[in-house]
């Protein structure tokens, strides 16, 4: 319950973002297929989805996210602004730093 002179605890709804949602899963999906040797090179990779090497690459970097914030993305609870392109570009690989970056986009 929430004290009489409390404003009530609502929680914020999900607002999932099939953009970046995609993004993370073919992240992952595409690092499995590299680590599992079915394609040897990023090159091969792209090739054979038939993409641009350099966007691949870019969306690769996205496994590199600390789990905190993919699991908020998946369920729909990332920072309010957070969208594909904020996170294509340079990211510090130190994940408490990640987040501070992010959440105060």
Avoid: C, F
């Avoid at 090179?41 to 969306?59: F, M, P, Q």
């Amino acid at each position: 319950m929430t004290p009489p002179d409390a404003a009530p605890w609502i929680p914020r709804a999900a607002r999932i973002d099939s953009t970046l949602v995609k993004a993370v899963v073919r992240a992952h999906r595409w690092r499995d297929m590299l680590e599992s040797g079915r394609h040897a090179t990023v090159r091969d990779l792209a090739k054979a989805e038939g993409i641009n090497e350099s966007y691949l690459s870019r969306i690769l970097r996205l496994t590199l996210l600390a789990p905190a914030l993919i699991q908020s993305i998946l369920e729909g609870q990332q920072s309010d602004g957070l969208e594909l392109n904020g996170l294509l570009g340079p990211l510090p690989l130190d994940w408490a730093r990640q987040q501070e970056q992010l959440i105060a986009k």
